[in-house]
């Protein structure tokens, strides 16, 4: 059984950081992510690292959020710097099992002030 355990969201200040985990466990991933959602909006790739360590960003975080994993842990890391307002958002993680399911965490609210 797949289970992913997010943590380190928060409020922050403008111009701060925030570095969130997901721990997944039950399975082998071939591609790990956050994805994020905005009140009125929909939820969008933030980034994601595939099992060869390929990176993908949004344009509107590069540069500023950096993906990473631990693969003993089975983590992937997303640390966020130079946070805006518009990074307000539930971020979620998620893993595509490598035998094709998708799979969500619960989701950690990140909230930037001005």
């Known amino acids: 059984q797949v289970q992913l355990v997010e943590s380190g969201g928060g409020l922050v200040q403008a111009g701060g950081s925030l570095r969130l985990s997901c721990a997944a466990s039950?399975?082998?991933?071939?591609?790990m992510g956050w994805y994020r959602q905005a009140p009125g909006k929909q939820r969008e790739m933030v980034a994601t690292i595939s099992s060869g360590g390929s990176l993908n960003y949004a344009d509107s975080v590069k540069g500023r959020f950096t993906i990473s994993k631990d693969i003993a842990k089975n983590t992937v890391y997303l640390q966020m710097d130079s946070l805006t307002p518009e990074d307000t958002a539930v971020y979620y993680c998620?893993?595509?099992?490598?035998?094709?399911?998708?799979?969500w965490g619960k989701g950690t609210l990140v909230t930037v002030s001005s």
């Open positions: 039950g399975g082998i991933f071939r591609l």
């Open positions: 998620n893993v595509h099992h490598v035998y094709g399911n998708l799979y």
